[in-house]
């Protein structure tokens, strides 16, 4: 009888310390999941407490590719075990790109309309645009209204401009890119349209390539973008520069935006807190306007 109640007792025993075994397992199972859409991003996965585990897919403006870029190569060093990867394609297709939830993060450079602000979105920067002309170009500078009636081909040679007897050759970005949709807003406004004589150049590079082979050509990047091979026109007197766009003399800038379907979670939400934090803000600083 003895024996059967030792017996009974160690079962008991054994029995209750096995569910508390197995409650803790769930317990530690739960809190390493983080709900990520099909499994495929362990967002904010964490090993020893710190560690980030997983990808993220950035699409859309190739303004904002660049930066992007940089932001996520800092981020990969601090966070070993994360991949991101940065794709252009433009603006509209980065933020189509948020809304059906093939990227993590969309990339816009432009404002969005409103049927596009079904997303979630973070301005990450601001950035001028720059009028730019081959570096052997006579003219200084353009009016914003010089500016819209050469780009709509109301003003087609540089000699009404203070410039050669020379055809003006307009070189633009395709449609869905921000930098067009940005300058179209700014300097064309509702009523007007691109000449239908431009060039239509589908990236940031390839337009400043022509504009810099041609010395008739005149075209339009972001600020960031703008390098020796290349002039920027003064616009009204003020020249295209960061400090003019953060005192707001400057009047050709835009909004660099991150777009996520939702309220950003898990590796998605680190990394972009690490964009708006003063460490991301810095890397920021260095071509554009910090927002923070």
Not at 142 to 162: C, H, P, S, Y
Not at 179 to 185: H, I, K, M, V, Y
Request: glycine letters at 10%.
């Amino acid at each position: 009888y003895l024996t059967f109640n030792f017996l009974l007792k160690f079962l008991m025993v054994f029995a209750i310390t096995c569910i508390f075994a197995i409650f803790a397992v769930g317990c530690s199972n739960n809190s390493n999941q983080d709900g990520n859409r099909d499994g495929v991003v362990q967002n904010g996965a964490q090993q020893n407490g710190q560690e980030l585990i997983g990808s993220i897919q950035i699409a859309g403006s190739t303004s904002v590719q660049p930066l992007s870029e940089e932001l996520a190569m800092e981020f990969m060093k601090l966070h070993p075990k994360v991949k991101i990867n940065v794709a252009g394609g433009g603006s509209g297709a980065g933020i189509r790109s948020a809304q059906d939830g093939t990227a993590d993060i969309g990339a816009s450079s432009r404002t969005l309309k409103d049927e596009e602000k079904t997303v979630k979105e973070f301005t990450i920067a601001k950035d001028g645009l720059a009028i730019v002309v081959n570096r052997e170009n006579k003219v200084e500078g353009l009016t914003m209204d010089q500016a819209m009636q050469v780009f709509t081909g109301k003003i087609t040679n540089w000699r009404e401009l203070g410039g050669s007897d020379a055809p003006i050759t307009v070189v633009i970005r395709e449609d869905g890119s921000g930098t067009r949709g940005a300058f179209q807003e700014i300097v064309l406004g509702k009523e007007e349209s691109f000449t239908e004589d431009a060039l239509i150049q589908n990236s940031t590079g390839a337009l400043r390539t022509v504009v810099s082979g041609n010395p008739d050509a005149i075209g339009f990047i972001s600020l960031g973008a703008l390098n020796e091979d290349v002039k920027a026109l003064k616009i009204d007197g003020v020249e295209a520069s960061k400090e003019n766009v953060i005192n707001d003399t400057y009047t050709l800038a835009r909004p660099f935006l991150y777009l996520t379907e939702s309220e950003p979670q898990g590796l998605v939400k680190s990394f972009i807190d690490f964009v708006l934090s003063q460490e991301g803000q810095k890397i920021v600083e260095v071509k554009f306007v910090p927002v923070k």
